[in-house]
């Protein structure tokens, strides 16, 4: 049954093949040169029509790709006492700064160039807590896009991070609470 089907198909396709390049078809826009020999005009030459593809609705217009917007760097300032440090932004990941075990770190951040949040969603994975309460807090940008909080390092000795999510953006602040013994510390800003 299949081989039949499959026979008849292609006898189907012979013939129509045949018949259409014998029969006297022009393609749109092809155009046959005559002969002006005899008062009789004869076709002097008929070019094959090629075959086309035809669809049966208009294809859809898809929009270009937009490329994805390049991540605003924060800045970041982290007062110790009386002293405010300023630590560079490396590719998301602030450098590190020395901290007291259970000191209050006021940290404020910016984004003055990001127009594209309007809010900031601040966790601390390792320990700690913001502004005295949970691990985590959503904060809205101010009109100068900053946000400004407490963190408190709670948990014992070494590393603390701070998890800044705006949007699918991620940046960290890292802390170190010193272990006591220097060697086994790593280097910090102080």
Not at 126 to 139: E, L, Y
Request: positive net charge.
């Amino acid at each position: 049954m299949i081989l039949s089907v499959a026979v008849l198909g292609l006898l189907l396709l012979v013939v129509l093949t045949w018949k259409f390049s014998a029969s006297k078809i022009t393609p749109l826009g092809a155009h046959t040169e005559t002969s002006a020999t005899s008062s009789n005009r004869t076709t002097a030459a008929q070019p094959r029509p090629s075959l086309s593809v035809a669809y049966a609705s208009v294809p859809p217009r898809i929009a270009p790709e937009q490329p994805m917007p390049t991540p605003v760097p924060g800045q970041a300032s982290v007062k110790l006492g009386e002293k405010s440090l300023s630590p560079k932004n490396n590719a998301g990941h602030f450098e590190r700064i020395a901290v007291k075990l259970n000191q209050s770190v006021p940290i404020q951040l910016s984004w003055p160039e990001d127009n594209t949040h309007e809010d900031v969603f601040v966790q601390a994975v390792h320990g700690g807590k913001i502004d005295n309460s949970g691990n985590s807090k959503r904060f809205s940008l101010t009109g100068d896009k900053t946000i400004s909080f407490v963190f408190t390092p709670d948990s014992g000795t070494g590393s603390y991070e701070i998890v800044l999510r705006r949007g699918t953006i991620e940046e960290a602040l890292q802390f170190w609470v010193p272990t006591g013994n220097p060697k086994a510390d790593p280097p910090t800003l102080k």
